[in-house]
């Protein structure tokens, strides 16, 4: 989706697909959003070697993620040299002689970045103009796409959508399921979708969460919800790794005290998500995840150990203040 900005149509601003489709990588790399494929591209390139600025609108990148992990992120890319200038619109690309100018107003007032290449990546949306969905009955939305009910049937009822076109998250992982579960359907089997998906973000620290963020858990249970963060740093496999940036964060509580949500920021945090994963879709306590053997040395250790937080009985971290 491109945003409303005099130029964007100009060669030097590509989408993710045309940044991968470069040889050269740019020296100067200006990416316009600082969504989850904005960051991931951020991290890549400048990793590869280039000057990386984000200009994000919202007052922080990735703005639905949990705050401490952004707070982690936007830290670590600082630590890279990733310049980021957040709260801030752009206005105007104006191709030059050297490259590209974006133009934006940011809270400090105008201002510009010089680059060679802008990475638009502002939001995706659903493709489903030019399918001829009006002429066969199939309900679709610009933004949300195909409709389909939990078994991923259309109004159509011989008419199965999956995946981006009728999609709501615009994950791969999500889009195998939604396939396995058409296709349990139409093979006569009753299936629904269900189950707690994964949000990752592939950047350098990976961040990567599922369930409820804390200020959703809060807008739902009020003050009934507590939090267990244990750091990377008191983990004994992120200290062999000789990376102890990051966290891993629980949030429980409602009726049942059960675990609500997880949130991993640094090394493989996007493979450590997976026991949140099932932890939520098993509905666990947070007695549960806290009481768990977790094997050790591993990084994954860091989920019972913030759970032993959230109870007030960590073994990995000084003794805690006991709860009021
Ligand atoms: C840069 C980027 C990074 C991503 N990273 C991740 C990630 O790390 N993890 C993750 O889970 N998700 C990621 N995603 C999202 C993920 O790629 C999509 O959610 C996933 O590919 C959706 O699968 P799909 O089959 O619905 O659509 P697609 O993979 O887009 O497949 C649709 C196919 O249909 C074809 N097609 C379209 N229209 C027609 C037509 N009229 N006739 C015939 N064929 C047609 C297309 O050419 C395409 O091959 C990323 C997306 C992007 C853009």
Redesign the pocket.
Known sequence: VLPPVEGIDSAKCVD??GL?AVETVPKRLIVLGGG??GC??ASIFQHFGSEVTIVEFMPHLVPNEDPDAVKTLEKAFKGHGITMHLGTKATRVEETASGVTLHFEGSDGPGFVEGDLILVSTG?AP?VA??GLDDIGVAYDEKRGIRTDGTRRTGQPHIYA????A?Y???????FREGEVAAENIAGHHVEMSGHVPR?I?TDPEVASVGMTEIEARETYGDDVTTGSVPFAAIARAAMYADKTGFVKTIHGGPYDELLGVVVVGINATEIINAGVIALDAEATIETVADSIAAHPTLAEGLKEAGLVALGRPIHLPPMKKRA
Do not use: K, M, P
């Not at 999956?162 to 076109?165: H, N, R, T």
């Not at 615009?170 to 889009?175: C, E, F, P, V």
């Open positions: 993710s697909t991968l989850v494929i991931e591209f995706r493709n030019d399918l999956v995946g981006d076109v999609g998250w615009q994950l791969a992982h999500s889009a990752c592939y």
